[in-house]
């Protein structure tokens, strides 16, 4: 009986020493990169996170086997995710204040994490959606990727006036895409697409044995909701509308390609040594009214479901699967990553543009602590030329770890509302009458973050060109001019009366 207490006691001993030693130091590491953005899935549309209909298990997979951030937050809409997670400051502070009307292009003057992983000897490619800019100088190919294989816009078949729209006549299935500068006319599905190209170029890059950044940023599930119609008949017949059961087939059809890459890293043997992270861009869509995870909010609101987004971050061997309940915030990607990178970032960069703090200490230990922070939020979206002041307080918020306040529908004046997150993270009790320090203080922080944007909106008078620049390179590849009607799309004075009611029409 002694020799068994005592053995018991080695073993409880064993495991105490294992569970407090050190965890393994990441940065510096310099491991492959895949970063998977999803454009409009929501936080609730995860099966593990409670969705009583969809069904995600490989994303599943990937959230058990990594470290995931309860509390991580990115912009209410798409270029401003991606502009903030390339630049590690907030969109507004690099010229992008809107999803079009060239405020989405992405200001020359930042310099991005591609290119500070280039210069720490990472191989860059992107395969998906970029809509930050698709002009020349605006393109991924400048702004720090070796490889590019993309559709143009926002979203494969747009066209807006001025600069922003893809190719003539592009659907989600046989779209053209630009690879490294010129059109392939493809035949599949978006999705599939971008995952195997992707697939291919990471086999070139491990076999050639450089560490590599591969970036897929699908277009999908974004609207139009389209999917295979394979994946749309494993939600028919559950009482959903149409949209949703598009909008969950095609988030079917991601998983499905999440799941063969995962295999593939494993079966080429790379898997401990590439780090796996996936997000969404911005709040949910169709899927809300199926599940939201208990939120207030969606797409394109400053409210905590317009917000939150999925955060997870597959290391296996190195980092430890765990919730992480720390603020954070796709202003913290770049640091974090250049960090892991061993990339030295410019001492300007540093000082003058990076916003945002490195996860590592929290990635090597989720339970760790960091200080305290202010995160902002802001749709923007206000008129062409118009004054941004007008809308300062429009669909706004500030928050900490505790308390945030929301102002949905003031203007040039705040309409504030405040919540306590640590008792409400649902936003349905206002208590700013009982709190008036906390207002006071967390409305100073706005005032101040909104000064230091102002003089960095670099976009806001900003006129497009006649022609989308994709549409002007795929007639100079294949021939053929646009049609009178996309010309008319195009016109960059279209960007004047933009998402304005229309004459005759009175808006709700």
């Keep these: 009986m002694k020799h068994l207490v005592l053995l018991a006691s080695l073993l409880a001993c064993a495991v105490t020493i294992r569970a407090a030693a050190p965890a393994k130091p990441i940065a510096g590491a310099q491991p492959n990169i895949i970063f998977i953005l999803t454009d409009d899935q929501g936080y609730g549309d995860i099966s593990a996170h409670g969705n009583p209909v969809l069904k995600t298990p490989h994303l599943d997979r990937l959230r058990a086997e990594g470290v995931r951030f309860t509390d991580f937050h990115v912009s209410p ?7 903030a997670l390339f630049t590690g400051r907030h969109e507004f502070k690099n010229g992008v204040t809107h999803t079009v009307l060239e405020r989405e292009r992405m200001t020359l003057a930042a310099t991005t994490l591609p290119q500070v992983l280039q210069s720490a000897g990472y191989t860059t490619g992107i395969f998906g959606k970029w809509h930050l800019g698709d002009e020349a100088e605006y393109r991924p190919e400048s702004r720090g990727f070796d490889e590019v294989y993309i559709h143009g816009g926002g979203g494969i078949g747009q066209t807006f006036p001025g600069s922003c729209g893809d190719a003539p006549g592009n659907t989600y299935f046989d779209p053209a895409l630009l690879h490294n500068g ?5 035949r599949g599905y978006c999705t599939d697409l971008f995952y195997g190209q992707a697939t291919q170029w990471i086999d070139v890059q491990r076999r050639a044995k450089k560490p590599f950044f591969a970036y897929i940023p699908s277009n999908t599930p974004h609207g139009p909701y389209i999917a295979r119609p394979e994946d749309r008949a494993l939600y028919e017949g559950k009482g959903l509308e149409p949209a949703t059961e598009n909008f969950f087939g095609m988030i079917h059809n991601i998983d499905q390609n999440i799941g063969r890459l995962l295999a593939k ?14 997000m969404n861009d911005n709040g949910g869509t169709a899927g809300v009214k199926v599940f939201n995870a208990d939120m207030r909010g969606q797409k394109g609101t400053a409210w905590i479901g317009g917000t939150r987004a999925n955060a997870f971050w597959r290391w296996p061997g190195t980092l430890q699967p765990a919730d992480c309940g720390v603020l954070s915030a796709h202003i913290d990607f770049f640091p974090t990553l250049a960090a892991i990178a061993g990339a030295k970032v410019p001492a300007a960069v540093a000082q003058s543009q990076i916003e945002g703090r490195s996860l590592v200490p929290v990635l090597q230990n989720p339970a760790a602590k960091l200080p305290d922070r202010y995160q902002f939020t802001h749709q923007g979206r206000w008129p062409k030329l118009g004054d941004p002041n007008e809308a300062k307080f429009k669909v706004a918020a500030v928050r900490n770890t505790r308390w945030a306040m929301v102002s949905e529908n003031g203007g040039r004046t705040p309409n504030w509302q405040l919540f306590d997150l640590s008792v409400d993270y649902g936003q349905k009790n206002n208590v700013i009458a009982q709190h008036p320090e906390v207002a006071k203080e967390l409305g100073a922080a706005f005032d101040q973050w909104w ?8 976009n806001e008078k900003a006129m497009g060109p006649a022609i989308n620049p994709f549409q002007e390179i795929y007639y100079r590849q294949f021939g053929g001019s646009p049609t009178p009607e996309a010309l008319a799309k195009m016109d960059p004075k279209g960007a004047l009366t933009f998402g304005l009611p229309k004459a005759g029409k009175k808006k709700n």
């Design 451 to 458: 000064s230091e944007c102002l003089p960095l909106m670099v």
């Design 77 to 83: 809409t798409c270029s401003p995710t991606r502009s």
């Design 182 to 186: 010129k059109f392939e006319k493809t």
């Design 265 to 278: 890293l494993d079966e080429w043997g790379i898997a401990q040594n590439t780090l796996v992270i996936f």
